[in-house]
């Protein structure tokens, strides 16, 4: 695609329900990021991914959160027992290599009743 | 205390005018600083990119980096309504850990016509 993708646009979930959100990066970009973003905040770093690995996830709040990016391309962030504090727009970027400009994504906006 | 602090304004000023943004960083480590654009309901879209003390230009918006007072800026000269946005700063400590990146909490930027 021409840039990254990232379904579902909107979310909203019950208090306590899994949810998955996925990314679709732009085709031949070796690295992955997600980020959070809080309304009236700055994106927050969660994970990043070189290839299939997870080179740094120092920003994922605690365990109920996980990503994967098996094939080195689509990547998908988990959340388990889902919190009203998880609510939150959910941004996906990628770039070539991990040093050169990364490309966001609209995000998914999660919503946690 | 948050590393990277930025005014959220929002910051209203006439078509023509000059925009003024700035942003005031804790950690002495950052190297690397850049400006993201973030229209409503988007993915932050890349700006300007600056590594070293002193100013870069590019087009109508000049970045400047003064690493001694830990303070950046972003100028936009001969404002248009499509500016109207808001203004992330971001920065990070090492070019190989590219775009791990720490934002400032944003500036809404109003420009009317």
């Known amino acids: 695609g021409a840039g990254v993708s990232q379904t579902p646009s909107n979310k909203v979930t019950e208090k306590g329900k899994y949810v998955e959100l996925r990314c679709d990066p732009i085709?031949?970009?070796?690295?992955l990021y997600w980020y959070r973003q809080s309304l009236g905040q700055g994106p927050e770093f969660l994970i990043y991914f070189q290839g299939t690995g997870a080179a740094d996830d120092s920003g994922l709040p605690n365990d109920r959160f996980f990503a994967v990016r098996p094939e080195g391309s689509v990547s998908t962030l988990k959340i388990q027992r889902t919190e009203r504090g998880d609510s939150a727009v959910y941004l996906c970027?990628?770039?070539?290599?991990?040093?050169?400009?990364?490309?966001f994504g609209q995000g998914t906006r999660l919503t946690v009743v | 205390q948050k590393e990277v602090e930025q005014d959220p304004g929002p910051l209203s000023v006439p078509e023509g005018a000059i925009v003024s943004l700035n942003c005031t960083y804790s950690n002495s480590a950052f190297q690397y600083f850049m400006w993201y654009r973030q229209y409503s309901r988007k993915g932050p879209e890349l700006l300007m990119y600056?590594?070293?003390?002193g100013n870069k230009e590019d087009g109508r918006f000049t970045a400047q980096v003064d690493k001694s007072s830990k303070y950046i800026s972003l100028f936009i000269r001969d404002s248009q309504p499509s500016d109207s946005a808001t203004y992330l700063c971001?920065?990070?400590?090492?070019?190989?850990?590219?775009?791990?990146?720490?934002f400032g909490g944003g500036t809404r930027v109003l420009v009317k016509p």
């Open positions: 971001a920065m990070t400590i090492l070019k190989a850990a590219g775009n791990k990146l720490t």
């Open positions: 600056t590594y070293s003390s």
């Open positions: 970027a990628s770039s070539l290599v991990t040093d050169t400009e990364a490309f």
């Open positions: 085709s031949g970009h070796t690295a």
